[in-house]
Nanobody
Framework: QVQLVESGGGLVQAGGSLRLSCAAS????????MGWFRQAPGKKREFVAA???????YYSDSVKGRFTISRDGAKNTVYLQMNSLKPDNTAVYYC??????????????????WGQGTQVTVSS
């Protein structure tokens, strides 16, 4: 059974940085794509960034230039480096993955595995 575990969330001041990690584990797993979503209070969950097995990346317009998604050599861990954080970036950040569909996806339904989320709070 595949498990996704996020880590790295916390409280940071506006303008600061955080790096989120998401590790996929369980039975042998090679993700076709992994991504990040977030859900702010009172808002629906939204796409943040994704990376495919081959290294193609895609970002939401709201984070381009500030956030960077990357993966480790084994391609079972994905990172989200968040710089120049803003208070409206406060949200629960979720890691997601799909085992065999490498197509870039920006919808919840484009992913089959989900983590439990990690809280990111950006103070003003």
């Amino acid at each position: 059974q595949v498990q996704l575990v996020e880590s790295g969330g916390g409280l940071v001041q506006a303008g600061g940085s955080l790096r989120l990690s998401c590790a996929a584990s369980g039975r042998t797993f090679s993700s076709a794509k992994m991504g990040w979503f977030r859900q702010a209070p009172g808002k629906k969950r939204e796409f943040v960034a994704a990376i495919t097995w081959r290294g193609l990346t895609y970002y939401s317009d709201s984070v381009k230039g500030r956030f960077t998604i990357s993966r480790d050599g084994a391609k079972n861990t994905v990172y989200l480096q968040m710089n120049s954080l803003k208070p409206d970036n406060t949200a629960v950040y979720y890691c997601a993955a799909h085992g065999n569909d490498e197509r870039i996806g920006v919808r919840d339904s484009d992913y089959e595995y989900w983590g439990q989320g990690t809280q990111v709070t950006v103070s003003s």
